[in-house]
C-alpha cells in the first residue's frame, strides 16, 4: 500500500470515528483539513531535510580531504566529488529551505489555540533556532556558494562546516521543541492567563526524549545522505564500468561505511527510545504493537495478518502472526518477563485522569502497528543491504556485478521512506494529544480559521509542492546522471559552456 | 520592562528585514525592466550570496514574535490567514526561481525561475504592506484576542495605500541599490527606474504617513514620520546627484525607519481594536511570563552581536560591484568580472 493511501485510510477512520460521534456535525472538519495540511507539508520536507543534514557535512568531509591533499590526484578526486555532491546538496537544500518557512508559519495561521496555549515554552527554541541556527546555515551557505574564489581555500572549506554545523543545530531546537509535545517537562500551569509556562529551559533543552529523539533523528538523517551516496555512486559505476571515474568509489566507500555505522547507531538508540516511550507515553508502545490487553512475556509480533480493530484481542488473535516469544518484554522492559500495559488498560487509566470515555484517548492502531513496522524493517533492511554490499566489496565482487551494483541504485529509498513512517508513526500515536498530557488535537486548532480557508491552503500548498518536487527530483537525476566531469570548471580560455554563473559550484 | 524590550527587538528585526529584503524585493520587481537574460541574471547575481541571510530577518522576526508575545503571534497569523498563505507562497516561488536558475538548462527554464523571483517579490512587497496598515488602522477581535473580521474588511483603501507604499519603496530601494552594487547597462536601468520611482514612492509615502497619523500615534510617530520623509528627499536629492552610495544610505534609512514608525504607532497595543479600545491586545497582555522572557534576552544579548558580525563579514567579502554576467562557470566576482565589465568582450553564450 503506497504511502498515500495509508495517510488517506488514517484520515477516513478518524473522520469517520468523529461523525458517529457527533451526528450534529454536517460541514467539513477544519481540524481534519488543518492536521492534513500539516502531514502534507511536515512528510514532505522531512524528505528533503535528512538529505541536507546529512550531505552538508558529507561534502564537507569531501572538501576536507580535497583541501588536506591538495595537489595530488587524491586531491583532485575529493575536490571533483565535493563539487558534484556540492551542487546536488544546493538543489535539495533549496527545496529545505522554502518548505521551512511554511512550517514556522503553519503554528500560528492552522494551530493559534495551541500556538497561545504552550506558546511561553514552544516559542522559545523556534526563535533560538533562526537567530542561532538559521543566520549560520543561510550566511555561510552563501558564503560557500559565491565564496570559493574570494577567501582562502581553508576558510572557504570552513564555511560548509559552518552550514553543516548550522543544520545540525537547527535539528537539535526544532527536535526539542518536538519532544516537549511527546513528554512535557520544565512547565506550569498558570490558571489565570489558561496557559503553560516555562519554569525551565534547561529542563526543555535536557529533555530525557530530546536527549534520545536527537541522535536518532541525526543518524538517521546520516543514514539517508549516506545511502544516497551509494545509490548514485552505484549508478554510475554501474553505467561506466570501469571507465568510471575513480571519485565514485571514494565516495561509494564513505556511502557505504557511514550507512553501516549510522544505521547500527540509529537501532541502540532507537532501543533505548522506545523503553523511553513505553515509560512516557504508554499507549504508543501498546498502539505500536497492537496490544489491546496487559501482558507478561509479551511477544514482539513481526508481522500479523489479523484484523487489528478492538474485540479482536491482541494483534487479532486467532489470525496469522509471526513473532518473536517475550520480545515486547525485553524491548520495553529488558526482562523477558516484563509487563506492557495494553490499550485498554492505558485508555482506562487516561480517562480517569483526563475525563471523557477511554474510546476517546486510543489513536488508530493499524497505522501505529504498520507504521512502527515499516520503520524498523525498512531502516534494517537499509542497513543489512549495506553491510551485505560492504561484504561483496570486500571479496571484490561488488564493483564488477551489475546485479549487486543496480540494486544498490535503490538504497536510498529504504531510509528515506523509514524517515517518514517514523514520523507517521511518532505523531499519529501520540492522538488525541496535541501536547501530551495537556491539550488535545482539537482544542489546538484556530477558532476563527473556517474549513474552506483550509482546504484553500491545503490544495495550494499541495500543488505547488508537487510541482517543485517534480522540478527538484529531475534536477537532482539530471545533475547525478551528469558526473563530477562536468562539474569541474572548464581552463580560462575554453569554450563557454550553457551554464550561467548564479550558482558558482 | 521586558515586554519593552521584546517590542523594540521585535521593531528592530523588521527594520533589519525591511532594510536587507527590502532591496532584495527590489532587485526582483527589476526583472521585468531589466532588459534580456544576462542583464536579469546580473542584478540577481548582486543579491545571490545575501538573500537568504536576509530572509532569515523574516524568521527570526516571526520565531521573537512567537516566544516573546505568543498571543500576538496567534493572532496575527491566524487572523491574516490568505495575506500569510499568499505570502508564503511568494518567498517559496521567489527562493525556488533563484537558487534553480543557475541549475536550469534550457532558456525557458530560465524565464520561468526569473518569472518566480519576480512575482515572488512583487507579492509579499504589497502584502506587507497591507499587513502594516492593518496594525495600525486595528482590527476587529474579540475577548480573546481572536480576529473576528473577514478577509475583506482587510482590504481597505487605507490598506491598499500600505500596499503600495512598502511596493513602491521597495522597488525604488532595489533600484538603487542595483545602482550602487552593479556596473554597465543594469546600473543605468537601475539608476533610470529609481528615478521614475522617485515621485510615486516620495508621494504615496507621504500619503500614508499622514493617513496613519490620523489613526493613532503620538509624538515619537510624528518625529519619525519627518525623519523618513527627509531621509526620502535625501536619497532622491543624492540619486540625482549621482551620488550612489550616500542615495542608497539614506533610503537605506527610510526602509529602517517604516517599521519603526509603525511600532511607534502601536504601542503600548501589538494589534489594536477597531471595534471598542477594550479589546485592544497590549504588549503586556500578550507576552510570555517573565521567566520566557530573560531567557530569550539572555540569549539574544549573547547571539545577536555574533550574527551581526559574520552577517557583516559576508556583506564585505561580496563588496564587489557585479559586472555584466560571464559566461563561465566557476568565475567569481573577481577580476574577470571586472575585465568584462571594462569592456572585454565575453564570448556569447550558444542560445
Not at chain 1, 223 to 239: G, N, P, Y
Not at chain 2, 256 to 282: E, H, K, R
Amino acid at each position: 500500500m503506497g504511502f498515500p493511501t495509508l495517510l488517506a485510510r488514517a484520515v477516513l477512520d478518524q473522520s469517520e470515528r468523529r461523525s458517529h460521534k457527533s451526528a450534529e456535525r454536517t460541514t467539513v472538519d477544519p481540524t481534519m483539513l488543518a492536521r492534513w495540511q500539516f502531514a502534507t507539508t511536515t512528510v514532505y520536507h522531512f524528505l528533503i531535510v535528512p538529505l541536507s543534514i546529512g550531505l552538508t557535512a558529507l561534502v564537507a568531509v569531501m572538501q576536507t580531504l580535497a583541501y588536506r591533499k591538495r595537489g595530488t590526484a587524491a586531491g583532485e578526486q575529493w575536490d571533483r566529488s565535493a563539487r558534484f555532491w556540492g551542487r546536488i546538496m544546493l538543489i535539495l537544500f533549496a527545496l529545505g529551505v522554502v518548505t521551512g518557512i511554511v512550517q514556522e508559519f503553519q503554528f500560528g495561521m492552522n494551530w493559534s489555540q495551541y500556538s497561545r496555549f504552550v506558546g511561553d515554552i514552544f516559542g522559545a527554541p523556534l526563535a533560538m533556532e533562526a537567530l542561532i541556527a538559521f543566520f549560520i546555515e543561510s550566511t555561510f551557505l552563501g558564503l560557500w556558494i559565491f565564496g570559493r574564489d574570494l577567501l582562502g581555500p581553508k576558510l572557504h572549506c570552513a564555511t560548509i562546516w559552518m552550514v553543516a554545523a548550522g543544520t545540525t543545530i537547527s535539528a537539535y531546537f526544532i527536535l526539542a521543541a518536538n519532544s516537549f509535545m511527546q513528554h512535557p517537562v520544565g512547565l506550569k500551569y498558570d490558571a489565570e492567563q489558561k496557559r503553560v509556562e516555562l519554569t525551565s529551559i534547561w529542563k526543555v533543552l535536557t529533555n530525557s526524549t530530546q536527549l534520545v529523539t536527537f541522535p536518532h533523528t541525526i543518524l538517521a538523517a546520516f543514514m539517508t545522505a549516506s545511502a544516497l551516496l551509494v545509490s548514485i555512486s552505484a549508478w554510475h559505476l554501474r553505467k561506466d564500468k570501469d571507465a568510471a571515474d575513480p571519485a565514485h568509489k571514494g565516495v561509494l566507500k564513505i556511502g557505504l561505511g557511514v550507512l553501516i555505522v549510522s544505521a547500527i547507531g540509529v537501532s541502540l538508540v532507537g532501543h533505548v527510545q522506545g523503553q523511553i516511550m513505553t515509560d512516557q507515553q504508554p499507549m504508543k508502545m501498546a498502539a505500536a504493537e497492537a496490544l489491546w490487553d496487559t501482558e507478561k512475556n509479551a511477544d514482539f509480533s513481526l508481522f500479523a495478518y489479523a484484523n487489528l480493530d478492538e474485540g479482536h484481542g491482541n494483534r487479532g488473535k486467532n489470525s496469522f502472526n509471526v513473532s518473536i516469544p517475550s520480545g515486547l518484554s525485553i524491548l520495553a522492559t529488558n526482562h523477558p518477563s516484563g509487563t506492557v500495559k495494553g490499550i485498554n488498560d492505558v485508555a482506562t487509566a487516561e480517562a480517569k485522569a483526563h475525563g471523557g470515555s477511554p474510546a476517546a484517548y486510543i489513536p488508530v492502531v493499524w497505522l501505529a502497528y504498520w507504521s512502527f513496522r515499516l520503520m524498523i524493517g525498512l531502516g534494517v533492511l537499509a542497513a543489512l543491504l549495506a553491510i551485505f554490499l560492504a561484504i561483496q566489496w570486500r571479496r571484490g565482487k561488488l564493483t564488477s556485478s551489475d546485479k549487486l551494483l543496480r540494486v544498490s541504485v535503490w538504497t536510498v529509498t529504504l531510509p528515506l521512506l523509514a524517515n517518514s513512517f517514523g514520523w507517521l508513526f511518532t505523531e499519529t500515536a501520540r492522538q488525541p494529544w496535541l501536547v501530551y498530557g495537556w491539550l488535545t488535537t482539537k482544542d489546538g486548532v484556530s477558532t476563527n480559521v473556517g474549513a474552506g480557508f483550509v482546504f484553500t491552503t491545503l490544495v495550494l500548498f499541495t500543488a505547488l509542492y508537487g510541482v517543485l518536487g517534480v522540478i527538484c527530483f529531475r534536477l537532482v537525476r539530471h545533475y547525478a546522471m551528469l558526473g563530477p566531469a562536468d562539474t569541474t570548471p572548464p581552463e580560462p580560455g575554453a569554450a563557454a559552456t550553457d551554464e550561467p554563473v548564479m550558482s558558482l559550484v | 520592562m521586558l515586554q519593552g524590550f521584546w517590542f523594540g527587538v521585535i521593531a528592530v528585526l523588521w527594520a533589519g528585514f525591511f532594510l536587507l529584503e527590502g532591496f532584495d524585493f527590489g532587485v526582483g520587481m527589476f526583472l521585468p525592466f531589466a532588459g534580456g537574460e544576462k542583464e536579469r541574471e546580473q542584478a540577481l547575481r548582486a543579491i545571490g550570496p545575501v538573500w537568504d541571510g536576509n530572509e532569515v530577518w523574516l524568521l527570526t522576526a516571526g520565531g521573537a514574535t512567537f516566544a516573546a508575545f505568543p498571543e500576538w503571534y496567534a493572532s496575527v497569523f491566524s487572523g491574516f490567514y490568505l495575506a500569510f498563505a499568499l505570502l508564503l507562497v511568494g518567498l517559496i516561488v521567489r527562493g525556488i526561481g533563484i537558487e534553480y536558475r543557475g541549475k536550469a538548462r534550457t532558456a525557458q527554464g530560465r524565464w520561468w525561475c526569473d518569472a518566480g523571483v519576480a512575482v515572488g517579490s512583487y507579492l509579499p512587497a504589497l502584502l506587507l504592506g497591507v499587513a502594516f496598515a492593518n496594525f495600525i488602522r486595528g482590527v476587529e477581535l474579540d475577548s480573546n484576542h481572536v480576529m473576528t473580521g473577514s478577509f475583506f474588511d482587510l482590504l481597505t483603501p487605507y490598506a491598499l495605500l500600505g500596499g503600495l507604499t512598502t511596493l513602491t519603496l521597495f522597488g525604488f530601494h532595489g533600484s538603487v541599490f542595483l545602482r550602487l552594487r552593479t556596473e554597465g547597462p543594469v546600473q543605468a536601468t537601475a539608476a533610470g527606474l529609481a528615478k521614475k520611482l522617485a515621485v510615486p514612492t516620495f508621494l504615496l509615502g507621504g500619503a500614508f504617513l499622514g493617513w496613519s497619523l490620523a489613526y493613532r500615534g503620538g509624538w515619537v510617530a510624528e518625529l519619525v514620520g519627518v525623519v523618513i520623509v527627509l531621509a526620502l528627499v535625501a536619497a532622491i536629492r543624492a540619486l540625482l546627484l549621482g551620488r550612489a552610495g550616500w542615495s542608497f544610505a539614506a533610503s537605506g534609512l527610510v526602509t529602517v525607519l517604516v517599521p519603526v514608525f509603525v511600532f511607534a504607532c502601536l504601542w503600548p497595543n501589538v494589534l489594536p481594536a477597531n471595534n471598542g479600545s477594550q479589546f485592544s491586545l497590549t504588549a503586556h497582555v500578550a507576552s510570555s511570563s517573565h521567566y520566557t522572557l530573560t531567557v530569550m534576552t539572555i540569549v539574544a544579548l549573547i547571539f545577536t552581536p555574533i550574527v551581526l558580525a559574520y552577517q557583516a563579514w559576508s556583506y564585505w567579502v561580496f563588496r564587489a560591484r557585479v559586472g555584466v554576467a560571464v559566461d563561465k562557470p566557476g568565475a567569481g566576482l573577481t577580476d574577470r568580472v571586472r575585465k568584462a565589465a571594462s569592456g572585454v568582450d565575453q564570448p556569447a553564450a550558444p542560445a
